[in-house]
């Protein structure tokens, strides 16, 4: 029988975990505004790809377990609603820009950055904005982080870039992209440089082991909040959506050469 994970219900076991082994849990503004960081930290970075529904779901399941994470936005319709996005201000969590416009203006940078001030100010309007993170467009051949390669996000009153400006040196990064927290294979943009992890993390269940197991000191954990199920069905139904985009990301991979 297949294994059930990305589960509302499993993503509930791996917060009370991470706060029964006394990790401390921060937003990504605080990580980067913070000189002194502790010697146990967890930074929970959420991107709301699609289903603001699902994020708000885990928004409120976080802050019942006392946790405090960062939900980056995208500004698309169906995604971009005002409500939920200051409902989930409201849970003490953080609230990002999910920026895409270089994708967008098909690799035309001054009309990106134009983009992307018009659309951070939409967000500022809401709610406070201060870090922003990239959203991979894995459709596109544009990385929108090369937007920066010629501006300066800092001139838009930001702290800081979710990819660019965390020290992974110091911070294990792990995400959910692909259904897979170990696997990179379905991942075209969603990772950083950083050493191997060194454990196998084939599930959330080998996940909340190495917490139990005191496995990490500093970590930074990208979960996509609508791939974590809370009904048979919806599970089902991610699994399949899951497994089709994984296979188009494989096309895309190989095409691409990479």
């Known amino acids: 029988m297949l294994a059930r994970d990305f589960t509302l219900s499993g993503y509930r076991q791996l917060c009370q975990t991470i706060q029964a082994a006394s990790y401390s849990t921060w937003p990504i503004v605080q990580y980067l505004t913070c000189q002194e960081h502790p010697e146990k930290l967890v930074l929970l970075r959420h991107d709301v790809d699609r289903r603001p529904e699902a994020a708000l779901r885990m928004a409120q399941l976080e802050n019942e377990a006392g946790i405090h994470s960062t939900y980056y936005f995208r500004s698309v319709s169906g995604v971009f609603k005002p409500g939920i996005i200051k409902e989930i201000s409201s849970l003490d969590h953080e609230i990002g820009y999910h920026y895409e416009t270089l994708s967008m203006t098909h690799g035309n940078r001054e009309a990106a950055i134009k983009l992307f001030e018009q659309e951070l100010n939409q967000f500022r309007q809401i709610c406070k904005i201060e870090t922003i993170s990239m959203h991979g467009s894995p459709l596109s051949p544009f990385d929108n982080r090369d937007l920066w390669k010629t501006y300066d996000f800092h001139n838009f009153g930001l702290v800081g870039e979710a990819y660019l400006s965390l ?18 294979s379905y991942n075209l943009r969603d990772k950083v440089a950083q050493k191997k992890i060194g454990i196998p993390l084939k599930s959330t269940n080998d996940l909340i082991k190495a917490f139990n197991n005191q496995y990490f000191t500093q970590i930074c954990i990208t979960a996509h909040p609508n791939r974590w199920s809370h009904t048979n069905a919806e599970w089902l139904f991610n699994l399949i959506s899951d497994g089709l985009a994984n296979q188009a990301k494989l096309i895309i991979r190989f095409l691409r050469g990479k």
């Open 167 to 184: 020290d992974y040196n110091r911070l294990t990064y792990i995400t959910d992209t692909g259904r897979s927290w170990g696997d990179n």
